[in-house]
């Protein structure tokens, strides 16, 4: 049987540009150009080897976002996953983590699943909380944050790389793996990736399609409120000087005038 | 008083920093209660009741180290059903969010993690966080359930704050689909006798400039003039010559100690996003024009292979 991977990827605002917030509190996603989050280039490039590895296997790429994110599906669809799904409604605007588990549960079961891989956080809001909230809406194992990752005999098993110690893990399919920047350089999408890419299927869904209220996502149905958003003060200009010969002494002479030394 | 559930994060009973300053910031919206889930939680309630838990729930079981995440869900649940909290508090460790993520879905609660501050508000607690690469500074609240937060290392100086610690046994019931990841080995990390980069109240990092695996050692002589971490930027990490835990910027660790230094890193954005906010900014870099200088408080254009040397001298002969 085929093997159904399903890879959950996000279209985020371009981290060198920049970043603010709209009116409303929620990220500014019309002024600044937009893009597959990097962190989300290695979740499809792990899911591509493991494709490769296996006899017979199916990616479909997921995202839940605005009408542009279509951009972050064709990206990975170029880079050589089969089809697309996404979940696109007005009522999503302003939907917190919780939600968006919520809705990805809710899709990676509509789409049928072995296999669901995403990157370790996104380069947006960052809370990386998204894979382990999709394991236990899914009730299925959680294999996050892993460096090195193999899919074999119906069992996944991949290394995490912890502060304190690093883990060998192992779980049955079906599964959630999240993967991390250190699991290998993703492959830039080819010419012809690019081209086969433009007649891949993208399937929309909305709300409804996947028995979600509105009331339960948005910014409405939203867990948490950003009360303030306010822009860091720029740094208040140091002292910076050319090394003539002491600039570590001076450097010194700094740190001891700060009580560091 | 409402009671907060303060998760405590530790090494076979020795309790790690951030779990003080958790303490600590739990006490400005009730009163703190310290979840402890594997071994030695005697000795580690002395210190949990000297920085003011009321009380510490303690539960041991062998599937807390052999399978992943879930079974501590499963007993900071069962504390969370025990206490009915004001709010739970959680390390922002990788792990420490992964338990709040999982608990916040359980509990049907709202979930604000990294957060750099906190407050007691009319409406519940109030989370300061730090977003874009710390260009934003955030408040936001939890309006749904039980606030579930986690809090950043060094977000708050850890004050004593004498209280019972008194330890209750928890009881903890684990979920069959709680032992679906199995640990099938472990190996520690070998220790550096540095502190550890997210806590340290210094830290020394070097990048591209410092050329090579070779000259990392530089780096640690001038951290350990001054008792701080070594961080590297992606540069240096991608090349090789430092290890990724080490990596501090948007995909590493992100730190915000009292002083950090940077040698041989221009600042780019993602290496910013991991160190900006914090208190002192120093840098050595021969591009005067690195962006790096924009944050400093006081900068060295300069060959970090003299003016870092030098430095190390220099503060080694101030100190004695």
Known sequence: ?261 | MAEVLVYVDHVDGAVRKPTLELLTLARRIGEPVAVHLGANAEEAAKVLGEYGAVKVLAADAAEFADYLVAPKVDALQAAFEAVSPAAVLVPSSAEGKEIAARLAVRIGSGIITDAVDLEAGDEGPVASQSVFAASYTTKSRVTKGTPVITVKPNSAAPEAAPAAGTVEQLAVTFGEKSTGTKVVSRTPRESTGRPELTEAAIVVSGGRGVGGAENFPLIESLADSLGAAVGASRAAVDAGWYPHTNQVGQTGKSVSPQLYIAAGISGAIQHRAGMQTSKTIVAINKDAEAPIFELVDYGVVGDLFTVVPQLTEEIKSRKG
Do not use: N
């Not at chain 1, 382990?132 to 899919?151: C, F, Y």
């Not at chain 1, 119906?154 to 110690?165: F, I, L, N, S």
């Not at chain 1, 060998?168 to 012809?192: C, I, M, N, W």
């Not at chain 1, 860091?232 to 700060?258: C, I, N, S």
């Open chain 1, 1 to 261: 049987m085929s093997l159904r991977i399903v890879v959950c990827v996000k279209y985020v605002p371009d981290a060198t540009g920049d970043r603010h917030f709209a009116e409303d509190l929620t990220v500014d996603r019309d002024d600044v150009d937009g893009l597959l989050s990097e962190l989300d280039e290695y979740a499809v490039e792990q899911a591509l080897q493991i494709a490769e590895e296996a006899d017979d296997a199916e990616i479909t790429v997921l995202t839940v976002g605005p009408e542009d994110a279509k951009d972050a599906l064709r990206k990975a669809l170029s880079m050589g996953a089969d089809k697309a799904v996404h979940v696109e409604d007005d009522d999503l605007h302003g939907t917190d983590a919780l939600g968006t588990s919520l809705v990805l549960a809710k899709a990676v079961e509509h789409i049928g699943y072995d296999l669901v891989i995403s990157g370790m956080a996104s380069t947006d809001g960052g809370m990386g909380v998204v894979p382990a909230m999709l394991a236990e809406r899914l009730g299925v194992p959680q294999v996050t944050l892993l460096s090195e990752v193999a899919v074999a005999d119906g069992k996944v098993t991949g290394r995490r790389d912890g502060d304190a110690a690093s883990e060998q893990l192992e779980a049955s399919l079906p599964a959630v793996v999240s993967v991390t920047d250190q699991s290998g350089e993703a492959r830039y999408p080819s010419f012809k990736g690019i081209m086969a890419a433009k007649k891949k299927p993208v399937q929309t869904l909305d709300l409804s399609d996947l028995g979600i209220e509105a009331e339960e996502v948005g910014l409405e149905g939203s867990w948490t409120k950003v009360d303030e958003a306010a822009e860091r003060p720029a740094r208040t200009a140091g002292t910076v000087v050319k090394d003539e010969g002491e600039g570590g002494k001076q450097l010194a002479a700094f740190l001891a005038e700060r009580k560091f030394v």
